[in-house]
């Protein structure tokens, strides 16, 4: 997490190639797995677990189930094969400095002029932008939101690395002026494809933030069950275990909802949002408090950089905002069941 990359190339290509994980969601006659989102929980919550560094929501997630979504078959067979084998890491831009990840909010634009498109805007908060091979790139056209793929290093790009709070996770500002990009499906047929991407991206992140959650909450039990104060284990002491319990109901609770997710997006269920919403708003809130719950029964040393407890509350806090606030999904909630 100290390194400007933000990761290990090593680690990356042995996800790749020895575990084949990064290509879950790729077709199996582009070099992927042939699964889905389902697959893809499982190792999400894993990674969570550990914090690792990998760009795996940006590239295996995020850029991985746009190109499948867009139905783009040219696209499709240009970049997902290396992407499946880890030799091309992607990622998805969309929010800008309004920080909002639905397709409303995209001000940055594509113009065509005799040489094809060109876009020109400013991305915010974008996965791993500055460590990206491939950029996928929310515009909007005279037709309408649409999707574009920029190489990184084409001409008048510009990236930046955001300072955040989350070590663990880097973010990215690019700039684009007039640059050259490749329309990804159709022109102005961009906006369902980011809003089901969106679902699928949310959900990631929730069984992301249930791996770490559980951690946080094995630590504060077990740190419980060692510490001794006044002759006893602290974790015999009432306040202490009922804390502890309390961890125990969000981080099963938050579990529920995130696989319940996976499972109404892999099926498409008629319920798909609103699943999709709980998840995130519910999740989110989970992990905070679980996170923070675990520096409380850590006392003073969880609150010290020399104790892990702190990276889990960072990453807590940065997830809880990624993709919108959960205010924003539990008002989408709200909307879709009526109230």
């Known amino acids: 997490m100290e390194t400007t990359a933000g990761y290990d190339p090593a680690v990356w290509t042995s996800l790749a190639t020895e575990l084949g994980v990064v290509g879950l969601a790729v077709p199996e006659d582009l070099g992927g797995s042939g699964g889905g989102i389902l697959e893809q929980l499982v190792v999400l919550e894993e990674l969570g677990r550990r914090l690792v560094c990998a760009p795996y929501l940006a590239?295996?997630?995020?850029?991985?189930?746009?190109l499948v979504e867009s139905a783009d078959t040219a696209a499709q067979e240009r970049w997902l094969p290396a992407l499946a084998a880890g030799e091309m890491i992607a990622t998805l831009a969309v929010a800008e400095e309004s920080g909002r990840w639905d397709p409303t909010g995209i001000a940055t634009t594509a113009q065509l002029d005799g040489s094809g498109w060109r876009v020109s805007g400013v991305k915010s908060y974008v996965l791993d932008g500055t460590i990206a091979d491939l950029l996928l790139v929310a515009a909007r056209t005279p037709d309408g939101v649409s999707l574009f793929a920029i190489e990184a290093?084409?001409?008048?790009?510009?990236?930046?690395a955001l300072q955040t709070v989350d070590l663990t996770r880097k973010l990215a500002r690019i700039e684009f002026a007039r640059t050259p990009a490749t329309p990804v499906a159709t022109i102005g047929g961009g906006t369902r494809t980011l809003e089901r991407v969106l679902e699928v991206a949310v959900t990631a992140l929730a069984a992301e933030q249930v791996g770490g959650a559980q951690v946080a909450l094995d630590m504060a039990v077990d740190y419980a069950k060692q510490r001794v104060q006044f002759g006893r284990p602290i974790g015999s002491f009432q306040a202490v275990k009922h804390r502890c319990a309390d961890m125990l109901l969000e981080v099963e609770s938050a579990r529920t909802a995130a696989y319940y997710a996976g499972w109404c997006i892999a099926d498409d269920t008629a319920d798909r949002s609103e699943a999709v919403s709980v998840a995130k708003s519910s999740c989110s809130a989970a992990y905070v408090a679980v996170a923070a719950g675990n520096i409380q029964v850590h006392g003073g040393i969880g609150f010290t950089w020399e104790h892990p407890a702190q990276l889990y509350f960072k990453r807590a806090k940065s997830s809880e905002a990624l993709f919108g606030q959960p205010s924003r999904w539990r008002e989408q909630l709200a909307g879709l069941i009526g109230l």
């Open 59 to 66: 590239s295996a997630v995020l850029a991985t189930h746009t």
């Open 153 to 160: 290093n084409a001409d008048g790009v510009t990236r930046t």
